[in-house]
C-alpha cells in the first residue's frame, strides 16, 4: 500500500470558532484535522473548485561521503 504524505496548516482562530468546530467534529465523530478537511472539500465541491491533485515527490539527493 502506497504511503500517503501529508501536509501541515497552521492557524490561529477565535475561541468561538474552535469551540463550534469542536463540536462539529464531535457531532460527526471526526478528528479536528478530518473535519477541517471535509469541510474544506465541501467548500470547493460547493464553490466548482477542483483541488489540484498532489504533485510527485522529488527523489531524495544522494550525498557522497566526506
Known amino acids: 500500500m ?5 501536509e ?3 492557524v490561529r482562530v477565535p475561541p468561538d ?3 463550534a468546530l469542536v463540536e462539529a467534529a464531535d457531532q460527526e465523530r471526526r478528528s479536528l484535522a478530518t ?3 471535509v469541510m474544506v472539500l ?3 465541491k460547493a464553490h466548482g ?3 489540484a491533485p498532489p504533485r510527485a515527490s522529488k ?3 544522494s550525498r557522497k561521503p566526506v
Request: glycine content about 0%; proline content about 13%; overall charge positive.
Open 2 to 6: 502506497p504511503i500517503t504524505k501529508t
Open 8 to 10: 501541515v496548516v497552521s
Open 17 to 19: 470558532v474552535k469551540a
Open 35 to 37: 473535519m477541517v478537511e
Open 42 to 44: 465541501d467548500y470547493c
Open 49 to 51: 473548485i477542483t483541488p
Open 59 to 61: 527523489p531524495a539527493k
